[in-house]
C-alpha cells in the first residue's frame, strides 16, 4: 500500500473498502487487538453506546444537541454517512476536514496487526480522534447488531436501545428473541441500561439481569403522552410538561429523556427545551424548503410556486415504514392531494414487509434503481411490489432523479411527493438539491 496520512480521501476509502475478504465479518477479536496495542479502548471518561434496529440516529443526535447545550464536549461516531464520510465523526458538532481521517487512518495503518473491514477500520480511527480530543463524553451508535459490532470493543457507561425489530436477518437472526439477544451484547455489568422499546424480549431482560444492570423502560420506568399542541413525559421521579415537537420521532426523544435521567450531569430542563425545539437531521421525515426546493424548481425547470410539497426520509424496513405510515396519515388529513413515492431499497431489505404498511396510502408508486452490489433495479423493486399489490399504480425508472422527474411532472401543487427507502436513495437526491 503506497497511501500516506496526505493522499486524499476518496483513494483511503476505495482502499478501506476492499483492503478485507468480507465487507461484513462480525466479530471483535481482531479489532480489539489493534486498538489496544493503539490505547484508544477509553476514548473519553463517560461513554453512551446506542443501539437498536431504528432510531439510533435520531436518538445520538438529540442526545448530542442536550449534552453540548450543558457545556461539555462531545464526540459522535454514526454510520451510514448521507453524503460524505466525515459525517460519520463529530467532535463538538463539527465534522472534521479529510486531512484528519487521512492522518487518522494511516497512524492505524501502521498499527494494525490484523486485516480490518471498512467498518472497523473506521471504527477505530473515531475512537483514536475522540482520543486525541479530550472529550468529556463520546456516543457511539452501533452498526450492527451489538454484541459482536465493531463499536462494542468499547466499555460503555450506558446503554441505550432505541427498538427492537427484524432485520439484518443473515447476521442477527430471524426472530425478535434472537435479534434482542444481539442487541444486548452491548449491556456491561452493573451500568445501566435504557429500553425504548415497549415490547422488549425476554432474551434482553434476561441478559440485563444476568449482568445486573439498572434497566429504565418504556411504559414500566418512564412514559409519554402525546395531545394535540405539546406532549408530556414522565418517570418515578419527575414530570416534564407542555414539551415542544420536535423534528425527530417522539419516541425517540422520549428514550433520550429516560437517558438524561441516568446521566452523572446535572442538566436543567431549560436545556431539554431547547435542545428538542432546535434539533434536527438530515433525511428523517424532512420536508424539502428554502434554496433547496428552490434548486430542484430549477433542476426541472418547474415554477416555485407549482411545486408540491417534497418529503424525504430514510425509512427502509418494515418498522421504519410503520413510523412513516402514521406520519403520512396525518399529514394526509390535512392534504386533499395525491401522495406520489419515489422509492429505492437495497435488495436485503424486506421490501414487501415496507410496502404493506405504505401501499393503502400511496397512489402512485416510482421504483428506481440502486447502483452497487447491495443495489437492485428500478424493475426488480416494480415487481416485488406488484408480486403483492397488483392494483398498485407502479412506474421503474433506472434512477432516484429519474423517478423525481417524473413524479414531479405527474404531480399538482397540492400533491405530496415522497422520496424515500436507502440512505443510498435519499443521498442521491440530496447531492442534487445542495
Given at each position: ?21 468480507k465487507?461484513i ?6 479489532i ?16 453512551i ?5 431504528n ?17 461539555l464536549r ?13 459525517e ?11 486531512e484528519?481521517h ?7 495503518e501502521?498499527?494494525?496487526t490484523?486485516s480490518?473491514?471498512y ?6 480511527s ?10 468529556d ?21 450506558l ?9 439484518h ?28 422499546e ?12 444476568r449482568?445486573g ?26 414530570r ?6 420536535c423534528q ?6 422520549a ?40 434548486k ?18 430514510v ?8 413510523y ?11 392534504n ?59 412506474k421503474s ?11 414531479l ?17 435519499v ?8
Open positions: 500500500m503506497n497511501l500516506k496520512a496526505t493522499s486524499p480521501l476518496a483513494e483511503w476509502l476505495s482502499y478501506l473498502e476492499n483492503s478485507h475478504f465487507a465479518d462480525l466479530g471483535l477479536e481482531r480489539k487487538s489493534v486498538a489496544e496495542k493503539m490505547d484508544i479502548l477509553h476514548p473519553a471518561p463517560y461513554v453506546t446506542v443501539g437498536g434496529t432510531g439510533k440516529g435520531t436518538t445520538c443526535r438529540l442526545l448530542e444537541t442536550i449534552l453540548l447545550r450543558h457545556g462531545v464526540g459522535v461516531y454514526s454510520s451510514p454517512h448521507l453524503l460524505r464520510y466525515n460519520r465523526v463529530r467532535i463538538q458538532n463539527q465534522d472534521l476536514p479529510d484528519a487521512t492522518a487518522s487512518f494511516a497512524f492505524i501502521e498499527n494494525k490484523e480490518l473491514t467498518f472497523e477500520f473506521s471504527t477505530l473515531a475512537l483514536h480522534l475522540f482520543k486525541q480530543h479530550h472529550l463524553v463520546v456516543i457511539l451508535e452501533v452498526g450492527l447488531g451489538g454484541r459482536l459490532d465493531a463499536t462494542n470493543i468499547v466499555d460503555s457507561n446503554a441505550v436501545i432505541t427498538s427492537i425489530d427484524i432485520d436477518t443473515d447476521f442477527l437472526g430471524d426472530t425478535r428473541e434472537a435479534i434482542a439477544f444481539e442487541k444486548a451484547g452491548i449491556f456491561r455489568q452493573n451500568c445501566p441500561v435504557v429500553v425504548g415497549p415490547n422488549v424480549p425476554n432474551t434482553m431482560l434476561e441478559q440485563a439481569a449482568l444492570c439498572q434497566v429504565s423502560r418504556r411504559d414500566v420506568d418512564w412514559s409519554f403522552q402525546v395531545n394535540a399542541k405539546n406532549w408530556q413525559w414522565q418517570s418515578r421521579k419527575v416534564l410538561e407542555n414539551l415542544p415537537f425527530i420521532p417522539l419516541m425517540n426523544a428514550t433520550v429523556l429516560a437517558v438524561v435521567e441516568q446521566l452523572p450531569f446535572e442538566i436543567q430542563e431549560s436545556t431539554l427545551r431547547h435542545a428538542l425545539q432546535n434539533v434536527e437531521l438530515v433525511g428523517r421525515f424532512q420536508t424539502i424548503q428554502g434554496d433547496k426546493r428552490e430542484l424548481a430549477s433542476l426541472f425547470d418547474q415554477k416555485l410556486d407549482d411545486l408540491p410539497t417534497v418529503i424525504v426520509d425509512g427502509h424496513n418494515p418498522h421504519a415504514a410503520t412513516l405510515s402514521e406520519k403520512l396519515t396525518a399529514l394526509k388529513a390535512q386533499q392531494g395525491k401522495l406520489i413515492a419515489v422509492c429505492g431499497i437495497l435488495k436485503d431489505k424486506d421490501a414487501q414487509g415496507v410496502f404493506a404498511h405504505l401501499v393503502p396510502l400511496v397512489d402512485e408508486w416510482h421504483c428506481v434503481t440502486l447502483d452497487g452490489y447491495r443495489g437492485q433495479t428500478g424493475e426488480e423493486l416494480r415487481l416485488k411490489l406488484t408480486a403483492f399489490f397488483p392494483n398498485a399504480k407502479v425508472l433506472n434512477s432516484v432523479m429519474n423517478g423525481v422527474q417524473v413524479a411532472k405527474s404531480a399538482v401543487k397540492n400533491d405530496l411527493v415522497l422520496v424515500f427507502g436507502s440512505f443510498h436513495t443521498a442521491e437526491f440530496w447531492q442534487e438539491i445542495e
